[in-house]
């Protein structure tokens, strides 16, 4: 009973959904940044899911939204969902979507997820950490099938997106606790791309410094 995915009600580039960062705009010349910035050239043009690490505030959502611009997906949505931003309670419905009826509150019409959104285009994932368990599973099963499923469905959905996750924990001290599926992990971890912070390339300080002086 798999159907065909849907067309109605998808944003495509230029509805909201758009990568508005290139590689031109990450900015640096030092050695660390230069090597991220390289190889996420070389990413972009693989197709693959790529598991970008770094601390809070070192530019993850910068590199996904340049890698998603020089891929081959760069005229499709960029769709980025921030998972600890949203409740446990409704981050299976703004992933995966829902049908009319599906719940206590839910739109008539029904609501398509971050996932059929992002068809043809790239799904960021922003601190893939703190997914909850049970979702990781749901999770796994759209990257192996290429499906998804909405709440209360009758069928599934068939979707093409590249998933860009990213993450400012220990992935692997996660999952020696039980804390992260080790077998989602190496799905999302095909290529992984380490971002550097800055007292690590202190050299881009003042080059950084100057672009701001003259942004604002």
């Known amino acids: 009973n798999k159907t065909a995915r849907p067309t109605v009600g998808v944003r495509r580039k230029g509805a909201g959904d758009v990568a508005t960062t290139t590689f031109e ?128 469905a009758q069928s599934n959905l068939a979707v093409d997106c590249r998933v860009l996750a990213a993450t400012n924990k220990d992935l692997h001290a996660l999952m020696e606790r039980n804390e992260f599926r080790p077998d989602l992990y190496y799905r999302l971890n095909i290529f992984r791309l380490k971002v550097p912070p800055l007292r690590d390339r202190q050299e881009d300080i003042l080059l950084l410094a100057e672009h701001f002086i003259r942004k604002y």
């Open 25 to 152: 705009g990450i900015l640096g010349k030092s050695p660390q940044i230069a090597k991220a910035r390289d190889l996420a050239r070389k990413f972009a043009h693989t197709g693959e899911n790529i598991l970008i690490t770094g601390e809070s505030g070192t530019g993850k959502e910068l590199l996904a939204q340049s890698i998603h611009n020089a891929s081959a997906r760069a005229n499709g949505p960029f769709i980025a969902v921030n998972c600890a931003a949203i409740p446990e309670t409704l981050l299976e419905s703004e992933l995966f979507g829902y049908e009319e009826g599906a719940f206590s509150g839910a739109k008539k019409s029904g609501k398509p997820g971050m996932f059929e959104l992002a068809h043809q285009g790239t799904i960021f994932l922003d601190e893939i950490d703190s997914m909850p368990a049970r979702l990781q599973g749901v999770l796994l099963r759209v990257l192996q099938e290429k499906e998804v499923h909405r709440i209360g």
